[in-house]
């Protein structure tokens, strides 16, 4: 029993090993040929005869985001102010300091003096960074001569006020349009066009009628000439009738 199990096995050994080299010795299988076709391939459900066929529907390309808008920027608004005022009495002289803050000058600078009790002080004597255009900046100074003015303020208590102008440019002035003047060649041929229906009359009244005979035009002289033959002919008929002798 154990023989035979043992030639069973040899058996199925040697059979495995034929099978191998057989199959390592076959030729490899030749490509499956498709016939060329102008009918494309496809996997897709043949559409019934008869049924409409729809496009597919284009993709509408996304909108571009339009950019934000950046926020506008605010109108720089810069007014020359006056600060840091300071006033310091140097014998007969009132110095009085102060600062142009900002970037626009000064179209006039003034001093205003006031006594405690509101009186005002024409100061006249006034030097340095006072009057017309005055440049904006700090450290400006102005000095009073009291004793040009003769006013003494020793131990009185004084109010003194810097102030500035700027004046406000004027919108200029719309200019005015001035009537042009027909020139002379224009009024002539105005005159001409007015004059030239009365000048056809005329030559029509003088025109030769069709049949060769002139037809003429009677002017107010003339009937009254006609009138008069008439009315003269007249009473000779009736003077003298036609027959009688």
């Known amino acids: 029993m154990k023989k035979l199990l043992a030639l069973l096995c040899l058996l199925g050994f040697l059979n495995g090993i034929s099978l191998a080299q057989d199959s390592s010795n076959a ?134 006020e810097v102030k500035g102008k700027v004046k406000k440019e004027k919108a200029p002035k719309e200019e005015k349009v001035k009537k042009v003047k027909a020139p002379k060649e224009e009024k002539a041929k105005k005159e001409k066009k007015e004059k030239a229906p009365k000048e056809a009359k005329a030559k029509k009244d003088k025109s030769d009628v069709d049949d060769g005979s002139k037809e003429k035009q009677f002017n107010k002289m003339d009937k009254i000439f006609l009138g008069i033959g008439a009315a003269f002919i007249s009473v000779t008929i009736g003077i003298y009738p036609w027959g009688t002798y």
């Not at 255009?133 to 303020?153: H, R, T, V």
């Open 27 to 160: 030729e490899p299988a030749a490509p499956e040929i498709v016939p060329e076709t102008d009918v494309p391939i496809t996997t897709e459900d043949p559409v019934p005869a008869g049924s409409e066929v729809v496009p597919p529907a284009e993709e509408e390309p996304a909108a571009e985001e339009a950019p934000a808008e950046e926020p506008a920027a605010e109108e720089a608004t810069d007014y020359s102010h006056i600060e840091n005022t300071a006033l310091r009495l140097q014998g007969d002289q009132l110095i009085i300091e102060y600062d142009i803050i900002g970037s626009v000058p000064f179209d006039m600078v003034w001093v205003e003096i006031t006594t405690k009790d509101g009186s005002k002080i024409h100061a006249k004597a006034l030097s340095g960074d006072i009057g017309p255009n005055i440049d904006a900046g700090k450290g400006k100074q102005i000095i009073w001569d009291m004793n040009k003015d003769n006013i003494d303020l020793q131990g009185q208590d004084v109010n003194v």
